[in-house]
């Protein structure tokens, strides 16, 4: 069942408001000049269920072009916020516009223009994988012939065209996953907002859908992505926002925060005893025990190596590059939470 106070979450059909509004299937979008205004803003953003504060206070902006990534624990209020961006979920203060048309007042238009892969699967179990995706084009008033070609070439990207008379509940987790990105492309949005496009995606998929989002951002797409895998988020995004608790920890490139807030380096070790750690603890630094490992980030680390071959030659370790999972499980803990 829906939420008593979701929004309609059907794209709005093709009113005569908009008309107004930004053309969102105009296929020659130049990007020569730079357009100023950000894609995105949210201002102050909140959401309260009850007692629950699952969004407290969020405020961002994605410039035009710009791929953004929302990174955050499981609870930490990313589909919330971004539910509140694409108009299903009315948020219970603060505002949020997509190319200065506010989420609450002009949602028809808003949804015409957003692309959107929502968390859950809501896929129409009544019909087969063709209509599913020929049935969310007429909510946009895509004329059927070029709908029905847009369709088949998104079933040929998600590798579903052997599948388009299947019924839903025919397909894998990873299949529906694949049709609902289809579905999100349909309408050559401006704007994608992806709520973990490639969780259960097998590599081939997931490196498939990264280089669709990199295609579609270099025609000037804008994208705000939430993911779990940081690999995902270093690969494809110019900008990560940390978010826990309904509110922003940290954003910046995903270089920056790696180099800002662990450094370059990384030791792992396993297997070690009260020697090796003293030795780490003279070391500047920080170290982190979690369980039986030992992570160590050293603060100069060229001669880590060297270091810990002549001190400490049989300790079974690992010295590796500092990613933004360091980052992530630094500023987020390395503890299970609910
Ligand atoms: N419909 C709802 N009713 C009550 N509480 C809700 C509802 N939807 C979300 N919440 C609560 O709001 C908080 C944020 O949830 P949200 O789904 O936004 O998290 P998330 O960051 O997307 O997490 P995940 O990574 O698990 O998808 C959680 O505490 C959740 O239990
Ligand atoms: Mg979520």
Redesign the pocket.
């Known amino acids: 069942m829906r939420?008593a106070d979701s929004l309609d979450d059907r794209p709005g059909p093709d009113s005569p408001d908009s008309a107004r509004a930004p053309r969102p299937r105009d296929k020659m979008r130049v990007v020569s000049a730079p357009d100023r205004n950000p894609a995105i803003i949210a201002r102050d953003l909140a959401k309260t269920?009850?007692a629950?504060e699952?969004?407290r206070g969020v405020s961002f902006e994605v410039a035009p072009g710009e791929v953004v990534g929302f990174l955050?624990?499981?609870?930490?209020?990313?589909?919330?916020?971004v539910r509140m961006i694409s108009c299903f979920l009315p948020p219970t203060a603060g505002a949020a516009s997509v190319y200065g048309l506010d989420v609450r007042s002009r949602p028809r238009e808003v949804k015409q223009m957003l692309g959107i892969c929502p968390?859950e699967d809501n896929l129409d179990p009544d019909f087969n994988v063709l209509k599913n995706l020929l049935v969310y084009g007429r909510y946009f008033g895509i004329p059927g012939r070029e709908l029905r070609v847009r369709a088949e070439e998104l079933l040929e990207l998600v590798q579903l065209s052997d599948r388009k008379k299947s019924a839903i509940g025919e397909l894998s987790g990873g299949m529906k996953r694949r049709l609902i990105l289809a579905r999100a492309l349909l309408n050559n949005p401006r704007v994608l907002i992806l709520d973990?496009p490639t969780t259960g995606l097998d590599p081939q998929a997931r490196h498939a859908i990264w280089t669709r989002i990199r295609a579609l951002r270099a025609t000037g797409v804008t994208v705000l992505l939430?993911t779990?895998y940081m690999e995902e988020a270093a690969q494809l995004c110019d900008r990560v926002i940390v978010i826990d608790n309904?509110q922003v920890l940290l954003e910046g490139s995903p270089q920056s925060l790696v180099d800002q807030e662990v450094g370059r380096t990384v030791v792992e070790a396993w297997n070690f005893d009260k020697a090796f750690e003293e030795f780490l603890r003279g070391i500047p630094g920080r170290i982190e025990l979690v369980g039986d490992r030992l992570y160590f980030y050293p603060r100069e680390a060229d001669h880590m190596e060297r270091l810990l071959n002549e001190r400490f030659p049989h300790q079974e370790r690992l010295i590796r590059r500092a990613t933004l999972e360091d980052v992530f499980l630094k500023l987020t803990g390395r503890a299970l939470r609910d």
């Open positions: 939420p269920y009850g629950v699952a969004v955050g624990p499981n609870g930490a209020g990313k589909t919330t916020t968390q973990e939430t779990h309904g």
